[in-house]
Antibody, heavy 119, light 108 residues
Framework: QVQLQESGPGLVKPSGTLSLTCAVS?????????WSWVRQSPGKGLEWIGE???????NYHPSLKSRVTISVDKSKNQFSLKLNSMTAADTAVYYC????????????WGQGTLVTVSS | EIVLTQSPGTLSLSPGERATLSCRAS???????LAWYQQKPGQAPRLLIY???SRATGIPDRFSGSGSGTDFTLTISRLEPEDFAVYFC?????????FGQGTKVEIK
């Protein structure tokens, strides 16, 4: 079954940019699925960030849209998240996930990576 | 966006008992596009139910989902030791998709 693995720095400075990558294994990122980012914090709970299809189509949460970019690298079978203008409110565990056939729910998740915003 | 409210916040039960978890939406969830996930400490959520009542691959039949419109229920017929965890509902019928705040099922 497909496996997802997040990678990236665990510490980001205030006003800095978060860059995370999600590597997909045992499955192709060009399959008929969407690929998504979700974060979880004690204060806000689980929050959907956005998603991408391998052709480059994206959807973003309206509250984050001005700060988020999700991209895909088919040659590396991975997709990425960039979130700029980070504040303490962005401190969370960030998960990547697969949305089967674009149906909206998440059937596979990465193990998550903790990102802390601090100077 | 649709707000999902889960109740109770914590459910204290013994192994073998039945667990009934509620998820109420602030407006009707389109086409019953509601999922349930289980999360254990330090782990990612795990999909249990999608489409309000369809079990995900490999999920035991003691887990069942029901409901439509604004009221949904996850039932665990007989709690096994590995079922003690936090459960989240998630609506994906309206964008942006949203999650409930979770119900913790703990050992009594």
């Amino acid at each position: 079954q497909v496996q997802l693995q997040e990678s990236g720095p665990g510490l980001v400075k205030p006003s800095g940019t978060l860059s995370l990558t999600c590597a997909v294994s045992d499955g192709s990122i060009t399959s008929d699925n969407w690929w998504s980012w979700v974060r979880q914090s004690p204060g806000k709970g689980l929050e959907w960030i956005g998603e991408i299809y391998h052709r480059g189509n994206t959807n973003y949460h309206p509250s984050l849209k001005s700060r988020v970019t999700i991209s895909v690298d088919k040659s590396k079978n991975q997709f990425s998240l960039k979130l700029n203008s980070m504040t303490a409110a962005d401190t969370a565990v960030y998960y990547c996930g697969r949305v089967p056939g674009g149906k909206g729910y998440f059937d596979f998740w990465g193990q998550g990576t903790l990102v802390t915003v601090s100077s | 966006e649709i707000v999902l409210t889960q109740s109770p916040g914590t459910l204290s039960l013994s192994p073998g008992e039945r667990a009934t978890l509620s998820c109420r939406a602030s407006q009707s969830v389109s086409r019953s596009q509601l999922a349930w996930y289980q999360q254990k400490p330090g782990q990612a959520p795990r999909l249990l139910i999608y489409g309000a009542s369809s079990r995900a691959t490999g999920i035991p039949d003691r887990f069942s989902g029901s409901g439509s419109g604004t009221d949904f229920t996850l039932t665990i017929s007989r709690l096994e030791p590995e079922d003690f965890a936090v459960y989240f509902c998630h609506q994906y019928g309206s964008s942006p998709g949203t999650f409930g705040q979770g119900t913790k099922v703990e050992i009594k």
